[in-house]
């Protein structure tokens, strides 16, 4: 099976998530809409599970092998520009295509610039960061969704915190950018890396904040009045540069993270939920 599509059979999924936690797995990068559509159909008719696959900046992978067949859109990566707007593919990784901003003059995303996630899994989540989010610049969102390939304009989209309406694989979105100054976009860039450094463990693997916020209730905040930075379990711990982090501090296992989870959820008692998606 798969044999018409670009694939690693026993991909070593550490090297597929930021968190660098993972046992074996297949990954399928299919090439066109084409290639992805007999490829979802493939998996439907035999009765497969499949997951698409980001940056993988957001995923716990388990320790055993997984029976999901990831998909990876990385080969969707064209960026289309016409005036202010920009037409992106999912795969586009954000590293690129806020250069591609600098270089073509176009200010934005900058909030976004240190985010380890590609364009379509940024939009999957609406991630955003210092007060703006990727659904506040979206035009329209191309979705592969039951075999057919759709746009959805603007007004029947809904962005919220950490999530989105959109039913189906994103191909690609439209945004809108203002033309700037290129040494403000640098400046901006390099200012939002800072905040970034400063308050973020860049140095371990992460997958980012693990719990999302709770209407006012910081989860990072919580863990920090109750002292519990630093909390290890086996190579799993709770930062002790962001306390809404846990790092891979030593060849952390799945299960460690798993249970370091359980026991803030444990001693905060607030019902937190986790941002991060665990694959099982
Ligand atoms: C150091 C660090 C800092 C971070 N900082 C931030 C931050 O400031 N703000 C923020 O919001 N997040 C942040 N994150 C978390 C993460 O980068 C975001 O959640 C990001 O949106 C995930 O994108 P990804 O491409 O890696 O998706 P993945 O982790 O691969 O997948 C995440 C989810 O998106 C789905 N998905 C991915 N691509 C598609 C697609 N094309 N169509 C449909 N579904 C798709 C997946 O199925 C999965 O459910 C950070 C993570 C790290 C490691």
Known sequence: MFEYVEKIKNADLKN???????????????????????????????????????????????DYDLKITLISLKNFKKIKKNGDFLQVDAGVNMFFLNKYCLDNHLSGLEWSYGIPASFGGLVHMNGGAYGSCIGDFIKKVKVLKNGKVMWM??????????????????????????SEDKVKIEEKQRYFFECRKSTQPLEYPSAGSIFKRKGEIIPAKIIDELNLKGTRVGGAEISQKHAGFIINKDNAKA????????????????NLEEEIVVLR
């Open 153 to 178: 304009d603007k007004d029947g989209l809904n962005f919220s915190y950490r999530a989105s309406n959109i039913k189906g694989i994103i191909l690609g979105a439209e945004i809108c950018l203002k």
């Open 255 to 270: 299960i460690d993270v798993l249970a370091l989870i359980s026991y803030i959820k444990r001693k905060t008692n607030l």
């Open 16 to 62: 597929y998530s930021t968190f660098k936690i993972g046992g074996k797995g297949i990954i399928l990068f299919p090439k066109s809409i084409c290639e992805l559509k007999k490829v979802i159909a493939d998996c439907k008719k035999n009765g497969l599970d499949y997951f698409i696959l980001g940056n993988g900046s957001n995923v716990l992978f388990p």
